[in-house]
């Protein structure tokens, strides 16, 4: 059974419209911020479940990360298009099957168990879309490939989404061998590329998107999210991390450290569990990481995590502490004082930093921290002031730690802690 609808044309991206029938085996769709990738990419699979007989496994590095980034973009397509009446959207299991019977099943890395017993309820699996494709490692990916099997009538396709990083990523080594740079299409028997930038997404962004990518000064966030290219980036803050199951060992310590910075609107609220070991500093849990969270409901999320353990925050949102405490969580205002975000910095580099594979948006951000550059292009001893919230909740969570260290070096500044 297949369902027609009437979608015109308007509601695409005109670059994007070829690629509605593209049957390529791997299929890549990359490029800078605000480019109309995911949104597209979500359209395709509603097309397919109507129309064209393919079940859907949406798959992203940790399961958690899936429910406010694709599943949502999905079920907002479905509605958009006003078809609400053809799709049955299960959020507790994340399933969303449509009334031809073919489903888009959305799964995390994270759990292999699942992922192996994970069949549609009708037909094989002959689609599978891994976004933020670069959050996941090569032998994932030749994982998934074995899971497109299975006899079906249409041609099996392995998709990956995401904005590009690193020259040095095992994507960019993998899949873009014969990649010219200025080109924005490639296409083989085997491969298809396609790269886009907001340019591509105009009529669906706001002056203000386009303002705040065109006026980006990083030369390599420009690079990167602006103009959607391969990028190359020094000058990391943190060099002395590596990521590993620490599934076993979780719950093996005798103190832990729990920190959070407040976020809302701009700024996700991101909290932690961390521990520590002889020299190594185990970064075990991402409690929170996500925009738009009250304090009530951050509350209710460290409650079963942490118990009555204290969690050391951001001291600049006083308010903020005091609604946890009544809330009942033992919540800390971290100290505060100049120079102490270098200091905290400087601490967490005695460490082998050891990140554990589910704290994706920890390792996304030990990827990208870095230090700034003067205008001749020479580094200087301050951080970017991005994609450090996880970072800077392990700086409070290290709080006493890392003061009764400042005492131990004589910085006597009065108030000299953590920010």
Same mark, same amino acid.
């Given at each position: ?23 390529? /085996? ?6 800078? %911020? ?17 129309? @064209?007989? /393919? *079940? ?7 399961? =958690? ?16 298009? =006003? ?33 192996? %017993?994970?069949?549609? !309820?009708? +037909? ?6 891994? $976004?933020?494709?670069? $959050? ?37 080594? !993998? ?5 010219? $740079? ?32 065109? =006026? !980006? ?5 420009? $690079? ?19 990521? !590993? ?20 609107? =701009? ?10 070991? +002889? ?12 925009? +738009? ?6 509350? %209710? ?23 946890? /405490? ?37 390792? *996304? ?8 550059? @003067? ?23 290290? @709080? ?20």
């Amino acid at each position: 059974m297949n369902v027609n609808i009437q979608i015109s044309k308007k509601v695409f991206n005109e670059v994007y419209i070829p690629y509605l029938g593209n049957n390529i /085996r791997t299929q890549i769709f990359f490029g800078g %911020s605000s480019a109309g990738k995911s949104v597209f990419i979500s359209q395709r699979c509603v097309i397919d479940l109507l129309e @064209n007989n /393919r *079940n859907y496994l949406v798959i992203r590095n940790t399961a =958690n990360t899936l429910r406010t980034s694709v599943f949502n973009e999905i079920k907002k397509v479905i509605s958009n298009w =006003n078809a609400e009446k053809l799709f049955k959207i299960n959020k507790t299991e994340m399933t969303i099957t449509c009334i031809t019977g073919y489903q888009i099943l959305f799964r995390g890395l994270d759990d292999a168990e699942k992922l192996k %017993s994970i069949i549609p !309820e009708k +037909g094989v699996i002959t689609d599978i879309l891994v $976004e933020e494709a670069t $959050e996941t490692k090569r032998d994932d990916i030749k994982q998934l490939y074995k899971r497109l099997r299975g006899k079906s009538k249409v041609l099996k396709r392995l998709t990956l989404c995401f904005n590009p990083i690193f020259r040095t990523h095992w994507i960019f080594k !993998e899949y873009f061998k014969n990649w010219v $740079e200025g080109e924005t299409e490639y296409h083989d028997d085997r491969l298809s590329i396609l790269k886009t930038t907001y340019k591509d997404n105009l009529r669906f962004l706001e002056q203000d998107d386009i303002d705040e990518l065109e =006026n !980006e000064q990083d030369p390599y966030y420009r $690079e990167v999210y602006t103009l959607g290219n391969w990028g190359i980036l020094g000058d990391l803050i943190f060099t002395n991390w590596k990521i !590993e199951d620490l599934t076993q060992i979780k719950n093996t310590f005798g103190t832990y450290y729990n920190g959070l910075d407040f976020g809302f609107a =701009n700024d996700p609220s991101a909290a932690g569990r961390q521990a520590i070991k +002889g020299k190594k500093l185990y970064i075990l849990q991402e409690l929170l990481y996500e925009l +738009g969270l009250t304090n009530d409901v951050i509350a %209710s999320r460290l409650k079963p995590a942490i118990g009555v353990e204290y969690i050391r925050c951001d001291s600049s949102e006083p308010k903020s502490i005091a609604e946890l /405490r009544n809330y009942k969580i033992n919540a800390l205002a971290a100290k505060k004082g100049p120079g102490s975000v270098n200091f905290g910095i400087q601490y967490m580099k005695q460490f082998e930093i050891i990140v554990d594979r589910s704290c994706q948006n920890a390792i *996304n951000e030990f990827q990208l921290y870095q230090w700034q550059k @003067n205008k001749d292009g020479e580094v200087i001893n301050i951080p970017v002031d991005r994609n450090n919230h996880f970072i800077d909740q392990i700086r409070y969570a290290l @709080n006493d730690r890392i003061f009764e260290k400042e005492k131990e070096e004589e910085y006597t500044s009065d108030g000299l802690g953590i920010f």
